[in-house]
C-alpha cells in the first residue's frame, strides 16, 4: 500500500495539458520518514538536437524548482543528425556548450560520439564541464573519459558506470576509419571488475549505450545494478520497468522526451523507485537565454543557400535513399548503386527549395564513394548480410529493384534482384557497384577488392543538384 500511495502522489499532478511533473511530495515524505530521495532526470539520443534545447532548458528549470538536487545524465549519441550542431566550424561545440548551460552532470560515450574520430572526441570532452564515463573504450592517450564515478549526495554514495555498444567487428557502430587510438571490449566481459563499487556505493547505476535488449540481458547477469540508464535502440520506455531488482529506463531519439527517475533510499537500501517520461517537444515554454544561443548556432549562411528544388512532397527517407543512390549511380558511372538506410538520416523532403541544411541533415555522414567491380554473387550476399544484421530496410537501390519474398507473418525469407532491363541479376556475371565507404568497410569490399575512390557522398550531392535543380521522388518505389 505505501508504494502505490507514493506512486499516486510522485506521478499524480498534471501542471499542463501535454506535460505532468512530479510532486514535491516526495521531499515531505522523506522527512517525515527519515528517507532520502533521489531525482534522475536521462535523456539519450539527442543526436544533435539543438532545437529542442529551448524548450529542454525550461522543463528543467520547472523541475529543479520543486527539486534543485536533481542529476541530470545523457546515455550518448549527443551528436550526429542535426547539420548545425554536425556542420559547424567546431563540430559538436553547439550541443556540448549547450549542454553545459544546463548544468549536466555525466554521460556516456554513444557510437556516433566517434564520427569525428578520437581527436575530435578529445575537444569535446575538453569543452565539456561535465565529465564521461564509459568502461569498456580504451584510449592510447590521456583523452579523459572515465570507467566510472561516484558522486557523493545527501550523505549518500552513487556509483556510475558506463558502457557502449560493441557490434561483431569489435567495434561500436560507427565507420571503422574513426577506431584509429581507441580500443573496446564487450560491455559484460568489463564490468565484473567494477563490481566492487556495489560494496562502496549506496547505489550503483550504469549508463548504456547498448541497446534495450542488451540492457535486459545486462540486469539479469548484474543485478548489483539499482538502475540502467539506456540507449541506442531509440526505445521510449513510458513507465517503471524493473527486470529483478534493476529498472532500465530509455527516453527515445532527438530530445523529445527526457525520463524523471525516482528512487527512495531508507535504511541502508532503496525500498522504492519508479520513472516516468515526459515530452520536451511538448512543452509550452521556453528558455530565451537558451534560444538566443541556438539562434546564434543556426545563423551562419552555409545552412540556408538553397541549392535545388523538389517538385513535390517526398514523404520518406526510403525516397530519399533512392535519391542518394540514383546520384551516386551517376557520378561513377556504375551499373548499380546501393544506399544503407541507416546513412538517411531525414525522414522527408517537403515541396519546393533545398537547402544545404537539408543535404547535410539527409547524409549527416560525408562518406567517401568507393566503385567495384565484383559478381552477382557478392551483390547478394551484401544484401541478404545487411538486412539480417540491421533488421531494416534493405539497402535502398539504383539501376535496379528489389523483389522480397515475404511469409505470413511478413518477414523477408528470400529476395532478389531485379535488372533495369527486367532480367534477374546473374550470381556469375561481373557488374561495376558504387557504395559509401561505410558499407565497403563494414560488408569487406575494401578488404576483397581494390575500389576507386571518388568525392565524399555530400560533395556529389551538390554536384548533382547543379545540375538537376528539380527533382521528384514522391512515386519511386524500388522494393516490391
Same mark, same amino acid.
Given at each position: 500500500?505505501?508504494?502505490?500511495?507514493?506512486?499516486?502522489?510522485?506521478?499524480?499532478?498534471?501542471?499542463?495539458?501535454?506535460?505532468?511533473?512530479?510532486?514535491?511530495?516526495?521531499?515531505?515524505?522523506?522527512?517525515?520518514?527519515?528517507?532520502?530521495?533521489?531525482?534522475?532526470?536521462?535523456?539519450?539520443?539527442?543526436?544533435?538536437?539543438?532545437?529542442?534545447?529551448?524548450?529542454?532548458?525550461?522543463?528543467?528549470?520547472?523541475?529543479?524548482?520543486?527539486?534543485?538536487?536533481?542529476?541530470?545524465?545523457?546515455?550518448?549519441?549527443?551528436?550526429?543528425?542535426?547539420?548545425?550542431?554536425?556542420?559547424?566550424?567546431?563540430?559538436?561545440?553547439?550541443?556540448?556548450?549547450?549542454?553545459?548551460?544546463?548544468?549536466?552532470?555525466?554521460?556516456?560515450?554513444?557510437?556516433?560520439?566517434?564520427?569525428?574520430?578520437?581527436?575530435?572526441?578529445?575537444?569535446?570532452?575538453?569543452?565539456?564541464?561535465?565529465?564521461?564515463?564509459?568502461?569498456? &573504450?580504451?584510449?592510447?592517450? %590521456? !583523452?579523459?573519459?572515465? #570507467?566510472? @564515478?561516484?558522486?557523493?549526495?545527501?550523505? *549518500?554514495?552513487?556509483? $556510475?558506470?558506463?558502457?557502449?555498444?560493441?557490434?561483431?567487428?569489435?567495434?561500436?557502430?560507427?565507420?571503422?576509419?574513426?577506431?584509429?587510438?581507441?580500443?573496446?571490449?564487450?560491455?559484460?566481459?568489463?564490468?565484473?571488475?567494477?563490481?566492487?563499487?556495489?560494496?562502496?556505493?549506496?547505489?550503483?547505476?550504469?549508463?548504456?549505450?547498448?541497446?534495450?535488449?542488451?540492457?535486459?540481458?545486462?540486469?539479469?547477469?548484474?543485478?548489483?545494478?539499482?538502475?540502467?540508464?539506456?540507449?541506442?535502440?531509440?526505445?521510449?520506455?513510458?513507465?517503471?520497468?524493473?527486470?529483478?531488482?534493476?529498472?532500465?529506463?530509455?527516453?527515445?531519439?532527438?530530445?523529445?522526451?527526457?525520463?524523471?527517475?525516482?528512487?527512495?533510499?531508507?535504511?541502508?537500501?532503496?525500498?522504492?523507485? &519508479?520513472?516516468?517520461?515526459? %515530452? !520536451?517537444?511538448?512543452? #509550452?515554454? @521556453?528558455?530565451?537565454?537558451?534560444?538566443? *544561443?541556438?539562434?546564434? $548556432?543556426?545563423?551562419?549562411?552555409?545552412?540556408?543557400?538553397?541549392?535545388?528544388?523538389?517538385?513535390?512532397?517526398?514523404?520518406?527517407?526510403?525516397?530519399?535513399?533512392?535519391?542518394?543512390?540514383?546520384?551516386?549511380?551517376?557520378?561513377?558511372?556504375?551499373?548499380?548503386?546501393?544506399?544503407?538506410?541507416?546513412?538517411?538520416?531525414?525522414?522527408?523532403?517537403?515541396?519546393?527549395?533545398?537547402?544545404?541544411?537539408?543535404?547535410?541533415?539527409?547524409?549527416?555522414?560525408?562518406?567517401?564513394?568507393?566503385?567495384?567491380?565484383?559478381?552477382?554473387?557478392?551483390?547478394?550476399?551484401?544484401?541478404?548480410?545487411?538486412?539480417?544484421?540491421?533488421?531494416?530496410?534493405?539497402?535502398?537501390?539504383?539501376?535496379?529493384?528489389?523483389?522480397?519474398?515475404?511469409?505470413?507473418?511478413?518477414?523477408?525469407?528470400?529476395?532478389? !534482384?531485379?535488372?533495369?532491363?527486367? @532480367?534477374?541479376?546473374?550470381?556469375?556475371?561481373?557488374?561495376?557497384?558504387?557504395?559509401?565507404?561505410?558499407?565497403?568497410?563494414?560488408?569487406?569490399?575494401?578488404?576483397?577488392?581494390?575500389?576507386?575512390?571518388?568525392?565524399?557522398?555530400?560533395?556529389?550531392?551538390?554536384?548533382?543538384?547543379?545540375?538537376?535543380?528539380?527533382?521528384?521522388?514522391?512515386?519511386?518505389?524500388?522494393?516490391?
Amino acid at each position: 500500500m505505501l508504494v502505490t500511495t507514493r506512486r499516486n502522489k510522485i506521478f499524480a499532478l498534471i501542471i499542463t495539458v501535454a506535460v505532468a511533473l512530479l510532486l514535491a511530495v516526495g521531499n515531505a515524505n522523506a522527512q517525515q520518514n527519515d528517507e532520502k530521495v533521489l531525482y534522475v532526470v536521462s535523456v539519450n539520443d539527442m543526436h544533435g538536437n539543438i532545437d529542442n534545447f529551448p524548450q529542454f532548458a525550461a522543463l528543467l528549470d520547472t523541475l529543479r524548482k520543486q527539486y534543485p538536487d536533481i542529476l541530470l545524465i545523457s546515455a550518448g549519441d549527443n551528436r550526429t543528425g542535426h547539420p548545425v550542431n554536425d556542420r559547424y566550424p567546431k563540430p559538436s561545440y553547439p550541443i556540448t556548450k549547450l549542454m553545459n548551460e544546463v548544468h549536466f552532470d555525466l554521460s556516456t560515450l554513444g557510437n556516433h560520439e566517434f564520427d569525428i574520430g578520437v581527436d575530435g572526441l578529445r575537444n569535446v570532452v575538453e569543452w565539456s564541464d561535465f565529465d564521461y564515463v564509459c568502461a569498456n &573504450a580504451f584510449f592510447d592517450d %590521456s !583523452i579523459n573519459v572515465k #570507467p566510472y @564515478k561516484i558522486i557523493e549526495f545527501k550523505g *549518500l554514495k552513487i556509483g $556510475f558506470i558506463g558502457g557502449i555498444q560493441v557490434g561483431a567487428n569489435g567495434i561500436p557502430d560507427f565507420h571503422p576509419k574513426h577506431a584509429k587510438d581507441v580500443s573496446f571490449k564487450p560491455i559484460e566481459d568489463v564490468l565484473p571488475e567494477y563490481m566492487f563499487l556495489r560494496k562502496e556505493c549506496d547505489m550503483l547505476f550504469l549508463i548504456s549505450h547498448c541497446g534495450l535488449e542488451a540492457d535486459i540481458e545486462i540486469a539479469k547477469k548484474f543485478p548489483q545494478f539499482d538502475a540502467i540508464f539506456g540507449g541506442h535502440s531509440h526505445k521510449k520506455i513510458e513507465r517503471t520497468k524493473i527486470i529483478g531488482n534493476t529498472m532500465i529506463t530509455q527516453s527515445g531519439k532527438n530530445l523529445n522526451y527526457l525520463t524523471v527517475s525516482v528512487f527512495y533510499f531508507t535504511n541502508g537500501k532503496i525500498d522504492y523507485k &519508479a520513472q516516468q517520461v515526459f %515530452s !520536451i517537444k511538448d512543452f #509550452p515554454k @521556453k528558455d530565451e537565454k537558451i534560444q538566443k *544561443l541556438v539562434d546564434e $548556432f543556426g545563423s551562419l549562411d552555409i545552412f540556408s543557400k538553397v541549392v535545388g528544388y523538389s517538385d513535390a512532397d517526398t514523404t520518406n527517407k526510403e525516397q530519399l535513399g533512392y535519391f542518394m543512390a540514383d546520384v551516386i549511380r551517376e557520378h561513377t558511372k556504375s551499373d548499380m548503386a546501393f544506399q544503407n538506410p541507416g546513412g538517411v538520416r531525414l525522414k522527408s523532403l517537403p515541396k519546393g527549395q533545398i537547402t544545404a541544411k537539408d543535404i547535410y541533415q539527409m547524409d549527416p555522414f560525408d562518406n567517401i564513394i568507393m566503385k567495384y567491380k565484383v559478381s552477382g554473387q557478392e551483390i547478394m550476399d551484401m544484401l541478404n548480410k545487411a538486412y539480417s544484421e540491421t533488421g531494416d530496410f534493405p539497402m535502398l537501390c539504383s539501376g535496379c529493384c528489389l523483389k522480397l519474398n515475404v511469409n505470413e507473418y511478413e518477414e523477408v525469407e528470400s529476395m532478389e !534482384i531485379i535488372l533495369e532491363n527486367g @532480367k534477374p541479376l546473374n550470381p556469375n556475371a561481373k557488374y561495376d557497384i558504387a557504395i559509401n565507404s561505410y558499407i565497403a568497410s563494414v560488408y569487406g569490399f575494401s578488404k576483397n577488392h581494390k575500389g576507386k575512390e571518388f568525392s565524399r557522398s555530400n560533395d556529389i550531392i551538390f554536384d548533382y543538384l547543379q545540375k538537376h535543380r528539380h527533382i521528384n521522388y514522391s512515386r519511386i518505389y524500388r522494393i516490391k
